[in-house]
C-alpha cells in the first residue's frame, strides 16, 4: 500500500509538471504571437521603415494603393524629413476578433499629439501556433502644392516641379511636409501640413511676394521706358502713355522730362504667368515754342502732363520682363 501511494504521488507530480509546461508553453506562444507576430508589431515595423526613410518596403509593409501622382515624397530624404519629428510612439490593438484586427498608434509630431489607426488582417500561420498579418489595401494620402506665378518649390527638401504652379503628391501617413520657396526675385513664406489618416487630401497654398530686387528690376525696365519716351521729339511719343493736344503751330523741338515716376504695385494675377503690375501714376513736363501764324510771335509753353502707365510682367526664373501697354 504504501508503495502504491508513492507511486501515485510520483504520477501526480509528473501530471502535474507537464500542465505546467503546457500552461507555461501556452503563455509563451500566446506572448510570442502577441509581440512578435501580432498586428502590432507590423505596425510599429512600418514606422520604423518611415523614420529610415526606406520607402519601398513601407508601401509593400502597408499594402499600400498610390494615387496617380508625383512620388518625390515617397522615399529617402523627404521620407525621413517627413517622420523627423515623430515621437513617443504608443501602440495598441484596438479590436481584434481573429479575422480582423484593429492597430491604433499614437504619437507625437511637431509637438502636437495625433494618433493613426491601421486596419490588418491574418494571411498564414508559422509552425502552426503563430499568426501572420497583413495591413489591409491602405489608399496614401493626396498633397496639393500651389504657388501662383512659380513652377517650381522646394517640398521637404527636395526641389519639386510645378505644372502650371500647382502640383500633386502621393505622401505617406503620418508625416510633416513642409513646402517654401526662396528666390532672388520671389520668395514666400514655409507653410507645413501633417497628414495622419488614409486617402487623407490636404492642400498647402504658397503666397509668394516679390523681393527687393524684383521691385529694383521693374523699376528700372519702367524708368528705361518712359526715359525712351521722354526722349521723342513730338507732341505724340509712339507707343507711351503720355502726349499733349496742341492746335497751334510748334516752333522748334518739342523736350519731354518725367516729373514723377510711377510706382505700380507687383501683384500675383492670372497673367504673365500669374505676375501682374497694378496701373500706376506719374507726371511728366513738356517745353516747346509756340509760333502765331498771324502775328509771328513765339511763346514759350511749359505744362505738367499728368498720365497713367499699365504694363505686363513676367516673371520666368531669373528673368523680368515689363511690356508696357501703350
Not at 506562444?29 to 526613410?53: C, H, S, W
Not at 511637431?110 to 495591413?135: C, I, K, M, N
Request: charged share 25%.
Amino acid at each position: 500500500m504504501e508503495s502504491n501511494a508513492r507511486v501515485l504521488k510520483a504520477l501526480g507530480a509528473w501530471l502535474f509538471l507537464v500542465l505546467l509546461g503546457v500552461a507555461a508553453a501556452a503563455v509563451t506562444i500566446a506572448l510570442v504571437n502577441k509581440y512578435m507576430y501580432g498586428p502590432e508589431t507590423d505596425v510599429r515595423a512600418y514606422f520604423e521603415d518611415l523614420q529610415d526613410g526606406d520607402g519601398g518596403r513601407a508601401l509593400g509593409l502597408l499594402n499600400a494603393s498610390v494615387p496617380e501622382a508625383n512620388a518625390a515624397m515617397l522615399d529617402g530624404d523627404p521620407l525621413e524629413a517627413a517622420a523627423e519629428e515623430l515621437e513617443d510612439l504608443e501602440v495598441s490593438t484596438a479590436s481584434n476578433d481573429g479575422e480582423q484586427a484593429v492597430v491604433r498608434a499614437d504619437y507625437s509630431l511637431g509637438g502636437e499629439r495625433h494618433s493613426s489607426e491601421f486596419s490588418l488582417h491574418p494571411v498564414d500561420t508559422q509552425w502552426g501556433f503563430f499568426t501572420v498579418w497583413a495591413f489591409d489595401e491602405t489608399p496614401l494620402p493626396t498633397l496639393t502644392v500651389s504657388l501662383p506665378g512659380v513652377t517650381s518649390v522646394d517640398l521637404n527638401g527636395m526641389s519639386v516641379a510645378l505644372p502650371d504652379s500647382a502640383g500633386e503628391f502621393s505622401a505617406f501617413f503620418p508625416g510633416t511636409y513642409t513646402a517654401s520657396y526662396t528666390s532672388e526675385l520671389v520668395e514666400a513664406d514655409p507653410v507645413s501640413t501633417t497628414l495622419t489618416a488614409p486617402g487623407q487630401e490636404a492642400e498647402v497654398v504658397l503666397e509668394p511676394r516679390p523681393t527687393a530686387a524684383l521691385e529694383e528690376e521693374v523699376d528700372r525696365q519702367l524708368k528705361e521706358h518712359l526715359d525712351s519716351c521722354a526722349g521723342q521729339n513730338t507732341l505724340f511719343p509712339a507707343g507711351c502713355p503720355f502726349s499733349y493736344e496742341f492746335d497751334g503751330r510748334v516752333q522748334g523741338d518739342v523736350r519731354w522730362t518725367i516729373e514723377s515716376y510711377p510706382d505700380p504695385r507687383i501683384e500675383v494675377g492670372t497673367e504673365s504667368g500669374g505676375w501682374s503690375l497694378e496701373s500706376a501714376r506719374g507726371t511728366a513736363r513738356i517745353e516747346f515754342d509756340s509760333l502765331d501764324l498771324f502775328t509771328g510771335e513765339v511763346e514759350r509753353l511749359e505744362r505738367t502732363v499728368p498720365f497713367e502707365v499699365a504694363a505686363g510682367l513676367a516673371v520666368d526664373g531669373s528673368t523680368v520682363r515689363v511690356t508696357p501697354r501703350g
